[in-house]
């Protein structure tokens, strides 16, 4: 049975980011993600998993200016000092909160030497961590959500991680970009399932709860259990309606206690 993970970025943001820890654990979950954690104290962020119980699975490096357009910073070949300036940042913030993965967002491409610079990233960004026992994960993201993404198929993200050639470099895949690009994510996992560093979730369309759209979740779920992936099923999605009321199918398939 897959260990789901709460994505504290996406879902209980009814409530504060600490809090999210606890309503977290009080539904079920016994690993957590924060995307960005760096607007809160690393200490107060590791109090509150330590709290609520939770393990805290994986959080981004650095990834520029969200809230202006910025979806990363590997990809960009001039702003490759402010990626590498990020990576004491993400040292900090795991030394203390110890997460078994950090992901890499390379961010959109529009600019010659894309290719070459990301590899470059990935290599340095993991070597930073390697002392650290942390896996970084590099995630494909589909270029329908985000326009001009860097590594928008799982088949692009696979070769820039072969091109980078680190020992601790895995594959962040989440099953919502893999669909949203026309790709079959069951054959996927079933074929590469041991190989896969980190799963993310959300039904299609609408990148909402699972049960609200298309996908055989059941199915799903039985794929990921007989490939040999061993780590976290991270739900991140928006939820339609308020968090807790959306983990009805999970409890269904005996996911999520009642």
């Known amino acids: 049975m897959p260990r789901l993970a709460a994505n504290l970025t996406m879902l209980f943001t009814e409530y504060p980011t600490l809090e999210r820890f606890e309503r977290a654990a009080a539904a079920g979950f016994t690993g957590v993600e924060l995307l960005f954690p760096y607007t809160e104290e690393p200490d107060s962020v590791q109090a509150a998993a330590a709290r609520a119980g939770v393990e805290y699975v994986l959080f981004n490096l650095p990834a520029g200016d969200w809230a202006a357009g910025d979806r990363g910073l590997a990809a960009d070949p001039a702003r490759q000092q402010e990626f590498l300036a990020g990576l004491p940042q993400a040292v900090e913030y795991a030394s203390i909160m ?33 002392p650290l026992g942390i896996t970084l994960t590099v995630e494909p993201v589909n270029n329908f959500d985000v326009a001009g993404f860097a590594l928008p198929t799982t088949q692009d993200a696979l070769e820039a991680i072969a091109a980078a050639n680190a020992p601790n470099v895995a594959l962040q895949f989440d099953v ?30 609408g990148r909402h709860q699972p049960g609200t759209g298309t996908v055989g979740w059941e199915q799903l779920f039985e794929v990921i259990d007989t490939s040999g992936y061993t780590g976290w099923v991270s739900l991140e999605y928006v939820p339609e309606g308020s968090t807790e009321d959306g983990f009805g199918l999970l409890r269904d398939l005996g996911l999520l206690g009642q």
């Open 176 to 205: 919502y970009h893999s669909l949203r690009m026309g790709e079959d994510p069951f054959a996927f996992i079933a074929a590469n399932g041991s190989m896969i560093g980190h799963i993310q979730i959300a039904d299609v369309p």
């Open 98 to 130: 110890r997460p078994s993965r950090i992901n890499c967002l390379a961010g959109k491409a529009d600019t010659i030497g894309s290719t070459e610079v990301i590899a470059t990233n990935i290599r340095t960004a993991a070597a930073t961590l390697d």
